[in-house]
Each structure stands twice: as C-alpha cells, then as structure tokens.
C-alpha cells in the first residue's frame, strides 16, 4: 500500500471520490479497493446486471435496530451482528454502512425502525456492542449519520438548529459511546446542521468529531451527501461517495486556485489508505463457523429477547392447550420483516405461518386464517369472514402493523395510528371475540387509544426479520418468556408529542425543546403516556430490594440491589438506573437512564445485581468551557423497571475540589 506523498496529485485527487457506487478508488488494481454495503439488518450488496443496472442480491433479513434495542441486551446486539458480519464475509463486503445511532427525536420519522432509541445512553451502549460483533468476525463498520439526523421529510435542506447543551447531552452521546468501540469509519449526515451541511461542518467533522471524540478513522459522505467537494473537504469530509464525475473538477479547480492546501489533500488520503490498512489487518481473523440457515436460528433465539409485552389482562397469555385459537391476518403468511429504503434487505425466505407453527406447539384447534382485506378483496366480505372466524374460537390473534412502504428513507410517517381498514378490523374482532390478542410489527411507536381498551393483549413484534413467526410462536405459546422493553415513549397520541407534526419551515427546524427529548419531556412535564420509556411486561414477577450504594471515589459508584422472581417460571428482567439531579445550576430533566443490566433470574430465586456509574452519569455540558461538569452536591439514584415505575432510591452527595467548581449563587 503505497503511502500518500508517492501518490501525484491527479492520484490523490481522484481517490477523494470514489471509483463507483460502492468502492473506493484502486487504479485499475495498483492499491486496494474497499467494498462497502448497506445494513444494518442484513447485507444489502448491489452489483450491476448484464443491462449494467444495480439490483440487490438476496441475502438474510435480521431483527431490525429497533428490535436490537427493545431487548436491552449487549449480547443480542453483538450477536445479531456477528451473523450479519459472516454474510458479509460470504459477499465479499468490507464495511458494513451501519449501524445509525440517531436520536428518535418523533415517532414519525421514517427511519425510526433503522435507529436505536430516543435516549443516547441506550443507543450508544448498543452500538458499541453491534460493532464489538462485526469485529469479532473481521468486518468492519461505519457509524452513520453524524449528526443531527432525526426526520426524513426535507432531510437535504432542512437544517437542524439547536443549541449546544442539546447537542453534546441528546444528539452526539450515542457517537461518542460507539466511538469507543473503534469503528472504522463515520458518515456524515445529509442535513444542514445550525445552518451549514453537515459535510461541509467543520465544526462537528473537526472540533468536536476529530478533536474531542478523538476519531481517528475514516469520514465519509452520505451518498450524494456533498455539494462541493472542495469545501467538503476542507472541512474534514475524507471521502465523498459515491463517484460523482463532478467531484474531480471541483477539486482540482480548487486545488489550482489554491483553495485547497496539499496539507488537507494528504490528510483525507492519508485516512483513506489508513483504513484500507486497517480493515486488511481485520480481515485476518475472517471466519464463518455457520451456514446460512444456522445464522438465521440463531438470530431466531436472539430475536425472541426483543419482542414487547404490551397488555396481558388476566394472564391471557401464554395460550394455554385448552384454548381454540384463530389468526386473523394476511400478516401470518406474509409478515412485515423490516422497513424500507437503504436498510431494507432483499429476502427470499419462506415463512412458515404463524398457525401453522401454534399448531405444532400446541394442542389447539387453529383454523384457517382470515384473507385480510388488506390484499384487495372487498372489505365487507372480509369482514364477516373475519368476525364469524372470530366467534367461533376462544382467542383471536390479529395481525397489524406498518410495512417497509409506510416506514422508510426518504420521508417520514403522517400518523403514527395504524391503518383505519386495520383499527376497524381490530375493533370488529374485539366485540365478536371472547378474547383479542393484538400483534403489532411495526418499527417505531404506535398510538392504539382508539382500540386498546378493547382488547385482552397487546405485543409489539417490532421488525423481527426471517423467522418472525418462530420467534412470535415461542412468546405466545411461553416456550420463550417475553423480556424485551420499549426503548422509546409510546404517546397517547401524536398531539401530546412535543414536535406534534410540525416541520419546521422550508430551510430550518428549530429544536426548541432542548434536552427535553422522549421520555425526558413526558416525564419533566408530567404529561401521561401510552406506554413509558423501559416499559414491558413478563409472563413473571419480579420484586426489587435491598438497594446499597457503594461510593469507589467522589464520582464513581456501584449500585448493588436484589431482584427476586417470585413466579414459578424463568424469566430475564431488565432493571434501569436513573439520575435526578434536584438542584442544579442549570436546567435538567426530571431524571436520566445512567446505566441497564439484563438478568436472568430462575423461577422462586433471587439474584444480586451490581452496576457501575462513572462521573459521566453526573455530568452536563458546560456550554461556557466547552466540556463536561459535575456540580457539587446532591443526586438521587433510582432504580427502576421503567422510567414511571422506580423500585428503589438513595441520595448521593458529591463533593469535589473546591477549585473545580463555579461560585454557588
């Protein structure tokens, strides 16, 4: 690999730019091409046809990032993405374009299903661990898309306006927890950021990504994310992708006006063939140790940890063999797998219907299901097909939800209700059925107020990939005892969210609810809520107690504490720890999550649980020194099943140097 002063500039300029739509330059073999692929569910590898037209090649479909986070659990995350990581090594993929840790600032954006939560701690911790498994498989990955990404509609020029405190504590945490977990690359993001593109952004490609995050790899575009690649350049984008015949001419235009130094050229390919290094000397532990269908069982078995239980009145669930049971929904055969657009994966795995698998694990009569109307046939018809399938059996499973048209890149939800043929089916069978099991696969937050209150059972399937329905088998039949929990705020409805369905105007959204972002906002304002932040039921009890703080230094705890699971049945809980800091120099939510375990806790047993908080978890941004500062005095730690739901609490006190603190007021 040659270095970059042996390059000419005609070289070096023309590496800055990409060879196609998805490699790196390489002069006809002289140096190394790297081959970079959509994901983050599943490798969505495009080569051109004999017509010379890209077209996606079939591959896995996995549990979508939404999913991932629902499940609370690192070891989800990394496995997930080690089977994702051997696909990519079977398609030749270098770098994987994920994952995207951007904030759910509303439930209507359309990528919502591609991002991980709308608190960054949560994001972070996962993606750190998603890239942990890519790693470990010799594959290498791209966090995306920095920053400030957090609608669809107008995504191009609309330019995200916020102030700094929101920036460092909501928007840029997520990056700077993934960064720690050494990703070979970083993608800007499309939109302006206060007024300037982001990859034109020097302030956040150089201040803050390279100089405070201390990023050392790789910062490439958004595809067809840059409009002039000298001031690109300039400002700290290495590599503009794809190929874009203008680039060259722009750079070399600029490079002879002396617009651009041969100091910021050597520096961007300097990274460029630093990080072809670096994925080759990844790639040396490359290995496949499963074929194609062991990936998908064992994405199935993970799956089963990020499905949601919902609503569960009188323990309906888990079906219990005494029980008729019928499923309503063209969704049993043909489920809705994952969202659309650069994330969405091309799929050619047959699934097995949801009847047909509770046929096999249960000793149930389970008829034929209902042809939804939402294929085309005439919705009277289906109606009393479904009404009369309904009466007939004890428990009615209908199946709903958004498909990868209704969440996907490029522009965002109009509502967050389902569909009205969909609520009208689900009241239809709810007043015909002697019990109504409602199964939602969607990618971001729903608001069922319009029909909730008139079923038994509610589970958030969320986008569980290929083997969706053995996955919803296992939890519905109690094989699998549900343990996964929302990873955002599920609102009454769109009007009590804080963005409502606002855009902003044609050139600016100004995020003026700061660092009052999901739960944050809910909860600060008091305003109630479909289902909080952390939120989901277990087909178990658990009880919390014997809470003990264990002060290390001034600024670092373990939180030591007892959960007992008081069923007669297995179960994994999720317990989270939240910061309140009550009297503070500066404007703070009521409380913030700091910290989450997974634990599985047999049946009639208790576990100790230990968790470590660093001074990170008492910190703000301190606008004026442009960094992190803990104030002295008191917080409160609160351990929870939910942001609504605190189990138990302490107070703290922190008394730092005297010199490190502002004059009290």
């Known amino acids: 690999m040659p270095k970059a002063k042996e390059l000419t500039i005609e070289q070096k300029l023309k590496l800055l730019t990409g060879k196609n739509m998805w490699q790196t330059e390489d002069f006809e073999g002289d140096i190394d091409s790297i081959f970079m692929s959509d994901g983050p569910h599943g490798i969505r590898k495009m080569d051109k046809n004999p017509l010379g037209y890209y077209q996606n090649i079939p591959s896995n479909a996995y549990p979508n990032l939404v999913n991932i986070a629902n499940s609370w659990d690192v070891k989800v995350a990394m496995g997930i993405s080690e089977c994702i990581a051997e696909d990519a090594i079977e398609k030749n993929v270098d770098i994987v374009l994920g994952p995207g840790v951007n904030i759910k600032r509303t439930p209507l954006c359309g990528r919502n299903f591609e991002y991980f939560s709308e608190d960054p701690y949560l ?11 890519l790693h470990r498989k010799g594959v290498s990955a791209c966090v995306k898309h920095f920053c400030a990404n957090n609608r669809e509609l107008g995504r191009y020029c609309t330019s995200s306006e916020l102030s700094e405190r929101a920036l460092h504590e909501i928007y840029l945490p997520a990056f700077e927890i993934a960064l720690s977990a050494n990703p070979e690359a970083v993608m800007s993001s499309y939109n302006p950021v206060n007024g300037v593109y982001a990859s034109e952004n020097k302030k956040l490609l150089i201040d803050v990504l390279r100089n405070q995050m201390k990023f050392n790899g790789l910062i490439i575009s958004d595809w067809m994310g840059v409009h002039n690649s000298y001031k690109a350049l300039k400002a700290g984008t ?5 190929y874009d015949k203008r680039a060259f001419d722009e750079l070399k235009t600029a490079y002879d006006k002396k617009l651009i130094s041969n100091e910021e050229i050597n520096r961007a390919v300097s990274k460029i063939l630093y990080t072809i290094r670096k994925i080759r000397t990844l790639q040396k532990t490359r290995k496949i140790e499963r074929s194609t269908e062991d990936r998908l069982k064992a994405a199935t078995i993970l799956a089963k940890d990020t499905v949601v239980l919902l609503k569960n009145n009188d323990n309906l669930l888990p079906l219990k063999s005494a029980k008729s049971v019928c499923v309503i ?57 479904a009404l009369l399938l309904a009466s007939q059996n004890d428990i009615s499973i209908v199946l709903v939800g958004n498909d990868h048209n209704t969440e996907t890149e490029g522009k965002d939800r109009e509502t967050i209700r389902l569909s009205t043929k969909e609520e009208t089916l689900i009241k239809g069978v709810a007043r015909t059925s002697t019990n109504t099991v409602v199964i939602i696969e969607a990618g971001s937050a729903i608001d069922m107020s319009n029909w909730i209150d008139d079923v038994e059972a509610v589970i958030f ?18 094989k699998v005892c549900p343990s996964g929990k929302l990873s955002e705020t599920f609102p009454l409805s769109l009007e009590q969210t804080y963005c409502k369905n606002n855009v902003g105007n044609d050139s600016v959204e100004v995020y003026d609810d700061g660092v009052l972002v999901g739960y944050r906002y809910y909860d600060t304002k008091k305003i109630p809520v479909l289902f909080p932040f952390g939120f989901g039921l277990s087909y178990a009890k658990f009880e919390y107690s014997d809470l003990r703080i264990e002060k290390i230094t001034e600024t670092d705890f373990n939180v030591k504490f007892t959960i007992t699971n008081t069923s007669d049945i ?39 649980v230990c968790v470590s908080l660093d001074k990170t978890a008492f910190s703000h941004y301190d606008v004026i020194n442009d960094d992190k500062y803990i104030e002295n005095g008191e917080f409160i730690i609160m351990v929870g099943a939910n942001v609504n739901d605190i189990k138990l609490k302490q107070k703290i006190i922190i008394n730092l140097p005297d010199e490190t603190q502002y004059s009290a007021y």
């Open 123 to 133: 994001a972070g911790i996962m993606a750190k661990n998603y890239i942990a498994g």
């Open 238 to 242: 290495d590599l503009r992708m794809p």
């Open 329 to 385: 929904g063209e969704l049993n055969v043909h489920p809705h797998i994952g969202g659309g657009g650069a994330a969405e994966v091309l799929s050619n795995h047959s699934q097995t219907p949801l009847n047909t698998l509770l046929s096999e694990k249960l000793s149930v009569d389970v008829p034929c299901t209902h042809k939804n109307y939402l294929d085309g046939c005439n919705p009277s018809h289906a109606d009393r097909e």
């Open 461 to 478: 399937a969320g986008f569980l990939g290929d083997t969706c329905n053995e996955a919803l088998a296992d939890i519905l039949t109690g």
């Open 570 to 608: 297995d179960a994994k809980e999720i317990a989270q720890i939240y910061i309140k800091d009550p009297v503070c120099c500066v404007f703070k939510p009521e409380k913030e999550l700091k910290a989450f375990t997974k634990v599985l806790i047999p049946a009639k047993s208790s576990k100790e």
